[in-house]
């Protein structure tokens, strides 16, 4: 029973360009979401977030885009730089607990 | 500024073996988990704990046990390792609990733990 889930297994865009990754969810009891980033050996490391109340929110080039009635959230990377290549987890919480999606792979080419 | 700190990175054990993953945290975070990453799967909540003497079941606990007696260390107890316990372990701690504007997680580098 998937909470989140992220159906992208993998995304390649062309730096400079914009990068979007997506993210589903099944519980409307989530009231919070956020985007984290995994490097190769390292652990994830917080990107983003956005509370069930808003539909954007904004950092400098990342914006979280969240559609409650469509149960969706994504996250839109402008431009894309080789740097932002790594594994995107969306996660959605309530309470003290998160749960994580199965992660997109991004691949930004140079 | 060491943050959050995992030991060991990888360790091979062999069915039935027990074996404890250290973890140490050096913000003085309150909350502190355990998540496990299987292949092709997101993070899975294993244990919580919301402070010193404090702890909880997440998702997937069985087969672990943990203790907080300290506000810095939150160790992982394998107690008769299975196949099904191959898997890279994450620990994380927060401030407050996880939310929008609070309690970002930080994570530790990971433990790479096989079962054979």
């Known amino acids: 029973d998937q909470q989140v889930k992220q159906n992208s297994p993998s995304l390649s865009v062309q730096e400079g360009r914009i990068s979007i990754l997506n993210c589903d969810y099944t519980?409307?009891?989530?009231?919070?979401f956020l985007w984290y980033k995994k490097y190769p050996a390292e652990g994830p490391t917080f990107l983003i977030s956005?509370?069930?109340?808003?539909d954007k929110n904004e950092d400098g080039r990342f914006t979280v885009f969240l559609n409650k009635s469509a149960k969706h959230l994504s996250l839109h990377i402008v431009p894309s730089q080789p740097g932002d290549s790594a594994v995107y987890f969306c996660?959605?919480?309530?309470?003290?607990?998160?749960?994580f999606g199965a992660g997109t792979i991004l691949r930004v080419k140079s | 500024n060491a943050g959050v700190t995992q030991t060991p990175k990888f360790r091979i054990l062999k069915i039935g073996q027990s074996m404890t993953l250290q973890c140490a945290q050096d913000m003085n975070h309150n909350y502190m988990y355990w998540y496990r990453q299987d292949p092709g799967m997101g993070l899975k909540l294993i244990y919580y704990?919301?402070?010193?003497?404090?702890?909880d079941k997440g998702e997937v606990p069985n087969g672990y046990n943990v203790s907080r007696s300290t506000t810095e260390d939150f160790p992982l107890r394998l107690e008769l390792a299975a196949p099904s316990q191959t898997s890279v372990y994450f620990c994380?701690?927060?401030?407050?609990?996880?939310?929008?504007?609070?309690?970002?997680?930080?994570f530790g580098e990971g433990s790479r733990l096989t079962v054979l």
């Open positions: 956005i509370s069930s109340i808003k």
């Open positions: 996660a959605a919480g309530n309470g003290n607990k998160l749960v």
């Open positions: 994380a701690s927060s401030y407050l609990p996880p939310g929008e504007n609070t309690g970002e997680l930080f």
């Open positions: 519980n409307s009891m989530f009231d919070y």
């Open positions: 704990s919301v402070g010193a003497g404090i702890t």
